[in-house]
């Protein structure tokens, strides 16, 4: 059992070499990031990095965009794709697996291949440069990646007692009662999955921002880092160091809720 622990150390240790590469190139000058052999430890310690790459940019603003698009994100995510889960495993409707079983075909449709036609869509619509295309397609379950989560949410709400609805029923409750009274508490776990994968995954994007959004103004976070880059040079140090500024919460965010995070996954798709 000790040689396991070691393996699981070792393999932890490999994986947090990009972690640890992010933060030393942070705290280095230009020069010294990229000397043959590697340097590990900076000499000197260049703190004004972070100062300096956060206020070169209103990353203040960014990040206020930012979060006004993840928190509409994941609530339009968690209730929509929850609701969908919740037909497709507790209620019994003609075609029911049929038509989960298109929604979840879905998935092997590439991104690229409806990413023109929406453009052209929402073009049309008159909401380029505004956050609509980038939070509205979250409050449809299934769309903008929502499969995933439908699927996952399905799974976990069939390891629920079946036996719970129907008390629930007897007493006289609706469908949507059962849902939010019986159904969503006990499902804690998974809704803290699908909110962190959604979360990570809006806060990471890229290329819908810049697709949809010219105003600097409306930029986000990602688009800001994007800033530090150019044709001719690459601002190293500032990138690096508005890179660690920016991938910060969502190590908080996982680290706050890795307990919750490990049983939702851990318990999806064990029924009874």
Do not use: H
């Not at 070792?10 to 190139?25: D, E, H, K, Q, Y």
């Not at 036609?117 to 990646?145: H, N, Y």
């Not at 697709?211 to 150019?230: H, M, N």
């Amino acid at each position: 059992m000790r040689w396991v622990y070691v393996a699981l150390g070792l393999g932890a240790a490999v994986t947090l070499v990009p972690f640890v590469w992010l933060i030393r190139s942070a705290l280095m000058q230009d020069a010294q990031m990229f000397v043959a052999p590697p340097e590990w430890i900076p000499d000197p310690f260049q703190w004004s990095n972070f100062t300096e790459a956060l206020t070169a940019q209103p990353f203040g603003r960014y990040f206020v965009n930012t979060v006004v698009i993840a928190v509409i994100s994941v609530l339009g995510t968690v209730v929509t794709c929850s609701i969908a889960a919740f037909s497709f495993s507790r209620l019994r409707w003609r075609g029911r697996d049929a038509v989960f079983a298109v929604l979840l075909s879905s998935i092997m449709l590439p991104y690229a291949v409806t990413l023109i036609p929406t453009f052209v869509m929402w073009q049309e619509l008159g909401a380029l440069d505004t956050i609509i295309p980038l939070t509205v397609p979250s409050w449809f379950a299934g769309a903008g990646g929502g499969v995933l989560n439908v699927f996952l949410l399905r799974q976990f709400f069939l390891t629920i007692p079946f036996e719970l609805d129907e008390a629930a029923y007897i007493d006289g409750a609706s469908p949507w009662r059962v849902f939010w009274t019986v159904v969503m508490p006990l499902s804690r776990p998974a809704l803290i999955v699908v909110t962190i994968f959604t979360f990570i995954g809006t806060w990471n994007d890229f290329l819908g921002p810049l697709l949809y959004l010219t105003d600097e103004e409306s930029y986000t976070l990602s688009i800001g880092l994007a800033s530090f880059q150019s044709m001719y040079i690459t601002q190293w140090g500032y990138l690096m160091a508005a890179s660690a500024a920016v991938i910060a919460p969502i190590i908080a965010l996982f680290f706050f809720l890795q307990r919750y995070f490990i049983e939702g996954v851990t318990l999806t798709g064990i029924k009874n």
